[in-house]
């Protein structure tokens, strides 16, 4: 005669076929629309480490006047200030000219004289150019393939999470890069669209238009889901190694591993550490594959809390963060925490590929890649 107690195996596959009540999206973004680095990094030369310098240098020479100094040093970029300065004759064909040149030359822009003139030149006309560029350019933005994969893979998130038929809240985070962007004392420069903030854009859209359309999903979400918040997040930035504005060369890492591997080929070994330039790394404080794994981790973290707070006020809620950043954080912290092994070599997550973090009702967190289970401890 059966006792009606449940044998322990049983409370095992009860435990399976409890629904997940937390899930954590780590989506990539979709494909977009690029500009070569190359092309726009060179506009740094005068604009990074040596710009407190230059500005001093038209000040002592009466080039700019205190109230034209204390503009351009609160200035992020001094272009515009250059352009007009070289416009009005003030810095090239004047009699400055050779002391310009000198202090050119000095901060590493060239060198010599002759080099200094010409590549100022360039620098001044790319710079009234890239102006002109950067009003116009969609570079950053998703491309018209983009928005179609982020629709078809967001349509299928979302027959995942209305098949529960539960109250969820989605909250929804994405990376605050900009194509282009790069960071110095005052923060992040501007640069062109964000490809994580145009991702979550076509989420949106998708979710509004069945919404509106009262679709089948359509239903089911206006009955049960509710979007708690939507922002950006600065750990699911993409990697800071581009240009790192304290070195003494802020490009010297990633030129390194251009030279090496290529332009298109370092990032594997990247990923796997190249321990010949471990040492310049470090002296660049360039991110590597471990940095980004932490910062990953940091993350789910704060998911993490912010789960059980939820569960606390409404334990019979399912809760969705839907967070949107780049491959080089997945793939590291597949390597790094998860510690894939050879079931992560080579692996680049496609556009608006996820990693899915489950946290169950007793807060054990997993993740399935390829086919294998991992458990997640943060």
Partial sequence: MESGIPTESQVEQKEKEKPWETKIIFQ???????????????????????????????????????EEKNKMEQAKFIEDE????????????SPEEKEFLDFLVGIGFAENQEEAKETFKDYINNNRNFNKTKKESDAGLLTDKGKELTRAATMERLKEITAENKPTDIVFLYSPTEWLDWRDKQGFAKGFGSRGKETIKEILNTISSEMA??????????????????????????????????????????????????????????????????????????????????????????AK??????RKEDSGKNL?????????????????????GKNVENYVPDYNESLDINIAPDGKMTTEFRGKEYKVEV
Avoid at 305 to 310: A, D, T, V
């Fill in 28 to 66: 990539r973004h979709s494909e977009y629309r690029k500009k070569p680095r190359d092309e726009c990094y060179w506009r740094m030369g005068i604009d990074g480490k040596n710009k407190q310098d230059l500005i001093d240098f038209l000040a002592e020479k009466k080039i700019v006047s205190e």
């Fill in 82 to 93: 250059l352009i007009k300065i070289a416009d009005d004759g003030k810095l090239l064909d």
């Fill in 213 to 302: 359309n009262d679709t089948e999903i359509g239903k089911k979400l206006k009955e049960n889901v509710r979007i708690a918040g939507i922002g950006p997040n600065e750990k699911l930035r993409e990697l800071d190694i581009f240009y790192i504005f304290d070195a003494p060369d802020p490009r010297a890492y990633i030129k390194a591993l251009h030279e090496k591997f290529g332009k298109e080929d370092w990032w594997e070994p990247y990923y796997n550490i190249v321990q010949e330039l471990e040492n310049l790394r470090k002296e660049t404080k360039a991110e590597g594959p471990k940095d980004l794994a932490k910062r990953f981790e940091s993350v789910i973290k704060i």
């Fill in 305 to 310: 809390l912010y789960s059980n707070k939820i």
């Fill in 320 to 340: 969705v963060i839907w967070m949107v950043s780049h491959m080089e954080l997945i793939r590291s912290f597949l390597q790094y925490k998860l510690e894939a």
